[in-house]
Each structure stands twice: as structure tokens, then as C-alpha cells.
């Protein structure tokens, strides 16, 4: 049964760099089938989308965090992460990795994701002097 | 703000039929498939719906999604106690260079 689990620090100051890790078991990272994703939510907010990977490295982010996020994956150790400079109050929030299908059709895969299946259970990330 | 509109909430009785609406645009629900989310006070969501209309394995079929152009709806038939949670539809927006958004959220209580 495949499991997420992000780790990082629960306390960031503001203007530094936001660092998590999310340690994927009970299944390959190394698919082309799969994304694999980063999602928060702010105190009493929606979900909000950060950005996914494939396995191959392609990513896509946010618009609104695409100059601030970096996401990469290291399949050697079965993990991805996540990176978010220059944070502020507003990037206080529960993050979650999780992993999305995607859609593939006579060997071709399609960039939009197709659902996030497996959750990990989040990381609280506060961001205060 | 989202570009994905639901009602804030939604109620009803134990055994009843509550519909939960989400409404978009072309460069979203109209052109991609709409996923659902059920998110339990407190856990990580979980994919209720996916492509519309799929129930993933172990989703009970009292859950049922359908899309008709921009706009989407998930309904719970013979509501029960432990459906007591918020809902999120979420999709793939192809505007600027494609970005995945959620709903506003929709809180579902049983009365």
C-alpha cells in the first residue's frame, strides 16, 4: 500500500526558504503514470494547488508561487520536494504531498492530472520571527 | 479567489439527497475533467470523484459525479452521519500556462 510522508521544519522565518521532503513508500516514485504533487491550506482556508512533478522531472507550479517555487525529484531515494523562497505569513499553512494520476492513452500521457489518490497526512509550516 | 464557485454549504437529514454544485468557465470545467474531494475535520482530503463520474476503489456508490459544460455537480444519496465533512471539486485550468484549481469548498452538515 502505497504511503506519503512529509517532513521538514514546522517553523520558518520570514524571507528564508521553506524546505520539505516527502518520503514515498510501498511503491516506485519512478513511474510515468503518476504526478507527484504539493498542496497547502492556510488556518480555516481551501486547498490550494502548488505544483506537481512527473518522474522525469517536468514541473509545473502555480503562476502565483512560480517565481518563488522549486520542485524536484530524486528517485534514487524514492523522494520529491519542495522548496518555497522568500515566505511570509501568508505561506503559514498545512502542506500536503500527495500523488495524482494521470491520463495515458495508446502510450501517451496528458500534462493535466487526473486525480490526487494518495495523500500524505501534512505537515504544519508556520512562519514567524 | 477561486475560479471554481461552490455553495458555502450544504445540510440534510440522515437518508436524504444532498447535491453539491460547482461552476467554472470554458478554460476549465468546460475543457477538462472534474475531480471531488472529501475532506474530513482535521485529516488530509480524499479523492472521492475522479474524470467526472469515477469513483475511486472503496468509495461507496452513494457518491456520484456528473459535469455538464461549465459546470459540475456531486451528489451524496442516503446521507449519513460520517459524511459530515467539507467538499472541494478541483479541475486543470488551461488559461496562462495551465494551473490546477480547487472550489471554494462546500460544508456538508447532517442534521
Known amino acids: 500500500q502505497l504511503q506519503l510522508q512529509e517532513s521538514g521544519p514546522g517553523l520558518v522565518k520570514p524571507s528564508e526558504t521553506l524546505s520539505l521532503t516527502c518520503t514515498v513508500s510501498g511503491g516506485s516514485i519512478n513511474s510515468k503514470f503518476y504526478y507527484w504533487v504539493w498542496v497547502r491550506q492556510a488556518p480555516e482556508k481551501g486547498l490550494e494547488w502548488i505544483g506537481h512533478i512527473s518522474s522525469t522531472g517536468a514541473t509545473y507550479s502555480n503562476p502565483s508561487l512560480k517565481s518563488r517555487v522549486s520542485i524536484s525529484v530524486d528517485t534514487s531515494e524514492n523522494q520529491f520536494s519542495l522548496k518555497l523562497s522568500s515566505v511570509t505569513a501568508a505561506d503559514t499553512a498545512v502542506y500536503y504531498c500527495?500523488?495524482?494520476?494521470?491520463?495515458?492513452?495508446?502510450?501517451?500521457?496528458?500534462?493535466?492530472?487526473?486525480?490526487?489518490?494518495?495523500w500524505g497526512q501534512g505537515t504544519t509550516v508556520t512562519v514567524s520571527s | 479567489q477561486s475560479v471554481l464557485t461552490q455553495p458555502p454549504s450544504a445540510s440534510g437529514t440522515p437518508g436524504q439527497r444532498v447535491t453539491i454544485s460547482c461552476s467554472g468557465s470554458i478554460s476549465n470545467i468546460g475543457s477538462n475533467a472534474v475531480n471531488w474531494y472529501q475532506q474530513l475535520p482535521g485529516a488530509a482530503p480524499k479523492l472521492l470523484i475522479y474524470?467526472?463520474?469515477q469513483r475511486p476503489s472503496g468509495v461507496p456508490d452513494r457518491f456520484s459525479g456528473s459535469k455538464s459544460g461549465t459546470s459540475a455537480s456531486l451528489a451524496i444519496s442516503g446521507l449519513q452521519s460520517e459524511d459530515e465533512a467539507e467538499y472541494y471539486c478541483a479541475t486543470w485550468d488551461d488559461s496562462l500556462h495551465g494551473l490546477y484549481v480547487f472550489g471554494t469548498g462546500t460544508k456538508v452538515t447532517v442534521l
Open positions: 474524470a467526472n463520474n
Open positions: 500527495a500523488r495524482s494520476r494521470r491520463f495515458c492513452s495508446n502510450g501517451v500521457c496528458y500534462i493535466p492530472p487526473a486525480g490526487f489518490d494518495v
